[in-house]
Nanobody, 122 residues
């Protein structure tokens, strides 16, 4: 059974940092694209960052502040978030994609975690 489990969320002041981690289990994810999305109250789920092979992709709103990385035989996906802003407040989701399409699209993903809350206070 495939499972994605996020951790590392919490409350932080603006300008601070958090590191999210996603532990994937149930199969080998080496060939999968993996990404982070977020959803704020009343808004649609939006792309944050993704990685497939040696390629990384970032939303313009987080470029230069967030860094996505994979480790542990590619079954761990991390998101280092620096210089956090109140507008980064959302539930953050980890996702895995078997396909080769656009990792910035929410429809590209086959598996999702339950999410972890990130709250940035001003």
């Amino acid at each position: 059974q495939v499972q994605l489990l996020e951790s590392g969320g919490g409350l932080v002041q603006a300008g601070g940092s958090l590191r999210l981690s996603c532990a994937a289990s149930g199969r080998t994810f080496r060939s999968y694209g993996m990404g982070w999305f977020r959803q704020a109250p009343g808004k649609e789920r939006e792309f944050v960052a993704a990685r497939r092979g040696g390629y990384t992709y970032y939303a313009d709103s987080v470029k230069g502040r967030f860094t996505i990385s994979r480790a542990g035989a590619e079954n761990t996906l991390d998101l280092q978030m620096n210089s956090l802003k109140p507008e980064d407040t959302a539930v953050y989701y980890c996702a895995a994609s078997r396909g080769l399409g656009d990792l910035r699209s929410v429809n590209q993903y086959d598996y999702w975690g339950q999410g972890t809350q990130v709250t940035v206070s001003s």
